[in-house]
């Protein structure tokens, strides 16, 4: 049975954790492939928000299980939080949750470095979630990391206090380095990894390839967003992992002939949060309305997402680097009440008008070109038919879909499971 792959189009917060916890009814298992905490997905429904940063979002489906693949970096503090919050949903999550042995593991001092990265790097900083994700891809790609398979053996202990004095010998190279008490970091890691050890640790690939024998239904989830992607994203304005379809092949050991659909999700505007390129943001009160009426604030942080008009220049690319057979749409409800919706569909840079995503996105010649459409005034979020749509909406969703050439198969109205309608 082929594995179908669900990831962001755009710079993340795309409405991934919505859709995925829709989609979950139709899967057996929900497989994460990469990142780590600095994740923020969000699910609503029956009134209840709930945010998750390195569980699945199928969790809260009675039957689906969930695998935290090896691609994903694990912070334990983190993760015994978000086990935490799920004790009223009285989920059996020894049963329902299962972990990667080969998944590494983000330390304090991994934490540490991001922090003192950072703040070395002045104005030109990432904007990363300090979550420690950089540093701990880094030590797993210089083959220093530290997996959770190897909490179980009896090195465990001297392994960590080899990789932490590594890294207290780094940190002085930081003048800046603050003093994130690493006590007290440790004290919660230290429960964490407790925590962990509680739990179904297995060689996921093996269970994938079961799994997959068996006949059973897997989605693989994504993080970030394909703009954020290590290779392919706005470099060096990027996340530490591969965001695109190749990141589930590597981060949880399926074949690239096993993948089947792409469900690729984007905003119907756009919204970037932290540093980098953003060719199509908005400076002014059509920003504004965007970030107040979405909510645009990050899941994980909290910081305010900037806002801007969809870039189908952009979106184009990342559904070509994902192979997407599908795309959802998110959001339309947040444009209600804008008079005329920009699309921007080229860029004019000072070596001519491109179509294409260029090299360097921080170039200041870029700007976008638009091609202004009419706006609906309805409200949508009460819609639960594509036919009640307003035309001009349709005609917007219809726009997009001969651009991208690529079905739009799924609209969302609106942040709860219901307020999703599938088309065609
Ligand atoms: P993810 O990281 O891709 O899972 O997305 P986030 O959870 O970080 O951000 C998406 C935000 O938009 C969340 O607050 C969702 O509850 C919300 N959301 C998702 N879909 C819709 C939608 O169609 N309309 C509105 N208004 N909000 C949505
Ligand atoms: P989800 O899965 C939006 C951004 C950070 C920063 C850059 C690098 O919720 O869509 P990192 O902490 O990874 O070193 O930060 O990437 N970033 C995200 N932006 N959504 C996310 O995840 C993100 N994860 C990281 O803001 O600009
Ligand atoms: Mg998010």
């Known amino acids: 049975m082929a594995v179908d792959l669900l990831l962001g189009l755009q710079w993340g917060d795309e409405g991934k954790g919505k859709i995925v916890d829709v989609l979950t009814a139709s899967y057996d298992i929900i497989a994460r492939f990469q990142g780590g905490p600095n994740a923020g997905h969000t699910l609503e429904f029956e009134g209840i928000k709930h945010v998750l940063h390195t569980i699945p979002s199928g ?3 009675p039957t689906a299980v969930n695998l935290i ?4 970096v694990i912070d334990p503090a983190i993760f015994k939080k978000e086990i935490d919050g799920l004790t009223p949903f009285d989920i059996d999550l020894t049963q329902k ?8 593991l983000i330390l304090p001092t991994h934490r540490m470095l991001d922090a003192a990265s950072e703040a070395a790097k002045g104005k030109a900083k990432i904007g990363s979630t300090l979550k420690g994700i950089g540093p701990t891809y880094m030590d797993k790609t210089g083959r220093n990391g530290i997996r959770v398979g190897d909490i179980l053996t009896p090195k465990w202990e001297e392994k960590y206090q080899s990789l932490k004095a590594k890294h207290l010998n780094m940190l002085t190279a930081y003048p800046e380095n603050k003093d994130m008490e690493l006590e007290v970091l440790e004290k ?12 179904q640790i297995i060689d996921s690939e093996h269970y994938i390839h079961s799994a997959q024998k068996q006949g059973k239904k897997i989605l693989a989830e994504g993080a970030q967003g394909s703009l954020l992607d290590i290779d392919f994203g706005t470099y060096p304005y990027v996340t530490s992992s591969t965001t695109t379809a190749a990141g589930a092949c590597t981060g949880l050991g399926v074949a690239p002939n096993q993948v089947k659909d792409v469900f690729g999700i984007f905003k119907a505007y756009a919204t970037r949060v932290g540093s980098g ?6 400076f002014d009160e059509d920003g504004k309305t965007m970030a107040k009426v979405g909510h645009e604030f990050g899941a994980t942080t909290g910081r305010p997402r900037r806002c801007g008009w969809i870039d189908l220049v952009a979106l ?13 749409m998110m959001k339309g409800d947040v444009l209600s009440g804008f008079k005329t919706i920009k699309v921007c569909t080229a860029y004019k840079t000072a070596a001519g008008v491109q179509n294409h995503l260029p090299y360097d996105l921080t170039d200041p010649s870029i700007e976008p070109i638009y091609t202004d459409l009419p706006g609906w005034e309805e409200d949508l979020t009460g819609i639960t038919e594509e036919k009640d749509f307003p035309k001009t909406f349709k005609d917007y ?13 799924i609209v969302s109205v609106g ?9 065609g």
């Open 316 to 328: 184009k690319y990342a559904i070509a680097i994902n192979g997407a057979t599908q795309l959802m």
């Open 188 to 199: 919660a890691f230290f429960e964490g990894v407790a925590l962990l050890r509680s739990f």
């Open 277 to 282: 390129p953003f060719p199509t943001e908005l």
């Open 397 to 409: 969703i219809q726009f997009l879909e001969n651009e991208l050439e690529t079905p739009i198969k």
């Open 97 to 104: 949750l299962l972990i990667s042995k080969k998944a590494h």
């Open 59 to 61: 969790i809260f489906h």
């Open 69 to 72: 693949g090896n691609g994903v």
């Open 415 to 423: 942040p709860d499971r219901k307020q999703t309608i599938f088309r």
